[in-house]
Nanobody, 115 residues
Framework: QVQLVESGGGLVEPGGSLRLSCAAS????????MGWYRQATGKERELVAS???????YYPDSVKDRFTISRGNAKNTVYLQMNSLKPDDTAVYYC?????????WGQGIQVTVSS
């Protein structure tokens, strides 16, 4: 069994920054891609950023040049540095980790961008 625990969310003013962290623990063998999705109230869950085991990142246009994803040296942690935050970035952010045959999800963490 795999557990993903997110941290670092909260309330920030527009233009501010937050850094989300996600740590995987439990029956971990090889983690492939890790990443972040978000879901705003009344909207579908959308991909925010992902990073492969070799460190190749992917960002959709909505966050490109504002968000940076990275992985820890142990490869079982993933970080999301979010800069120039906008009210539209308000959502619950979910971490995921992909294994050979399944995807594991974190419980989600709230990010609110408001003045």
């Amino acid at each position: 069994q795999v557990q993903l625990v997110e941290s670092g969310g909260g309330l920030v003013e527009p233009g501010g920054s937050l850094r989300l962290s996600c740590a995987a623990s439990g029956s971990i063998f090889r983690i492939n891609t890790m990443g972040w999705y978000r879901q705003a109230t009344g909207k579908e869950r959308e991909l925010v950023a992902s990073i492969t085991s070799s460190g190749t990142p992917y960002y959709p246009d909505s966050v490109k040049d504002r968000f940076t994803i990275s992985r820890g040296n142990a490869k079982n942690t993933v970080y999301l540095q979010m800069n120039s935050l906008k009210p539209d970035d308000t959502a619950v952010y979910y971490c995921h980790a992909d294994f050979s045959s399944f995807r594991s999800w974190g419980q989600g963490i709230q990010v609110t961008v408001s003045s």
